[in-house]
C-alpha cells in the first residue's frame, strides 16, 4: 500500500490504516496477552470485543469507533476473498453511526477559520 500512497491511495489513507493497524495491535496485546493473532481465529467475538476496547480502552466515541472497525472490515474482506476466512466476521455486526447535533453558531465559527488555514 506504501508504494501506491499518493497514486491510487491519498497519503491520508495510508495514515489511517497504519493507525487502524496500531490500534489492533494494541488489542490483540491487551485482549490475548499476544503479539500477533491467527486469522483464522478472527470472529464476531473479536469484532465486539475490539469495539468494546476502541470504546474503553482508547476512549473513541462511537462513530470514531465504527471507522475504525469500517477500516478493519476493509482488510477483513479481503481476507475472506482471498479464502483465508471462511466467512465473513461482520455480518451480523451494524456499522451505524450515530446523528451528531451541532450548534450552528459554532459550525459557522469554525467554518470561517477552516477557510483560513492553507
Known amino acids: 500500500m ?9 497519503n491520508g489513507t495510508l495514515d489511517r490504516y497504519e ?13 490475548y496477552q499476544k503479539e500477533d493473532f491467527s486469522i483464522k481465529k478472527l ?7 475490539y469495539a468494546f476496547w476502541l470504546k474503553t480502552v482508547r476512549k473513541c466515541n462511537h462513530n ?3 471507522k475504525y472497525l ?10 475472506v476473498k482471498n ?6 466476521p461482520f455480518i451480523n455486526f451494524k456499522l451505524t453511526k450515530k446523528a451528531i447535533s451541532r450548534d450552528p453558531r459554532y459550525v459557522r465559527r469554525n467554518r470561517h ?3 483560513k488555514i492553507t
Open 64 to 66: 470514531t469507533t465504527m
Open 43 to 49: 470472529d464476531h467475538y473479536f469484532i465486539e470485543q
Open 83 to 88: 479464502k483465508w476466512l471462511p466467512g465473513d
Open 70 to 79: 469500517a477500516n478493519f472490515k476493509k482488510v477483513v474482506l479481503i481476507c
Open 19 to 31: 493507525t487502524s493497524l496500531e490500534h489492533t495491535r494494541k488489542f490483540i496485546a491487551w485482549q
Open 113 to 115: 477559520a477552516l477557510f
Open 2 to 10: 506504501k508504494a501506491l500512497a499518493g497514486q491510487d491511495f491519498a
